[in-house]
């Protein structure tokens, strides 16, 4: 089996937050501008943190450089800990423990995050169900804004930790937002789509995933994941 990198998205592909994330960025922005409405129109599937804030920052006609981003991504980290903590609606997805364990098992194998949370907010969100030390390693949204960039940097980690070079390398991208899909052909690796999030199974299909599965619990998604395993 080839070395092979799998870089796991976190919302709607790991967990739901039940909206704590959303309801963590209304307070940084009212926080910090006044304004709770900045980011209501927008959905955020597929963004990082930093496209996130930027956008709503210009929606707001503010300042939208580094320090103006830094400042709410600050005041958000300090309400994700509440919210996350306090969310009714937090579920892991079907199958997520059953594919992190049996990756586990195999040492050519490198898990990892790829995802547009910062890496204190990926942390946040998953030590609730204690699967942030799942993973060894990440490309996150303090990496890059751009989600192929940080995906790159992600695959870069992972083939280190394989004593490899990326591209002698299996990379698969596990998300499920056409944007995970798109960036995962950017840097020319596998998509893994699951359909646990907003969007249904013909529209990642039609984005070109590689796989496209209800769960990670569907046939076929072990095969994909561990073909000669």
């Given amino acids: 089996m080839l070395p092979t990198v799998l870089l796991f998205d976190i919302d709607g592909t790991l967990i739901d937050t039940g909206g704590a994330g959303r309801r963590s960025m209304e307070r940084a922005f009212a926080h910090v501008t006044g304004r709770a409405d900045a980011c209501s129109f927008f959905s955020f599937d597929g963004m990082t943190d930093r496209a996130i804030v930027r956008r709503g920052l210009e929606g707001l006609g503010a300042i939208a450089d580094d320090p103006s981003i830094d400042r709410v991504l600050a005041a958000y980290l300090d309400a994700l800990v509440a919210e996350v903590a306090a969310s009714t609606g937090y579920i892991t997805h079907p199958g997520v423990d059953v594919v992190l364990d049996r990756a586990a098992k195999h040492p050519h194998i490198a898990l990892g995050l790829g995802t547009g949370n910062v890496r204190d907010g990926a942390r946040i969100k998953l030590d609730r169900v204690r699967l942030f030390d799942r993973f060894s390693f990440g490309g996150f949204g303090c990496d890059h804004e ?84």
Avoid: Q, W, Y
């Fill in 146 to 229: 751009e989600r192929a960039s940080l995906l790159h940097a992600g695959a870069r980690r992972g083939a280190e930790r394989l004593g490899k070079e990326p591209g002698d390398c299996r990379i698969v991208v596990i998300g499920d937002t056409p944007k995970d899909i798109a960036a995962a052909r950017a840097i020319g690796a596998e998509s893994l789509a699951v359909a646990t999030g907003r969007f249904v199974a013909g529209d990642l299909r039609e984005a070109g995933a590689t796989f496209v599965c209800d769960n990670l619990l569907s046939p076929g998604v072990c095969a994909m994941l561990f073909p000669d395993a």
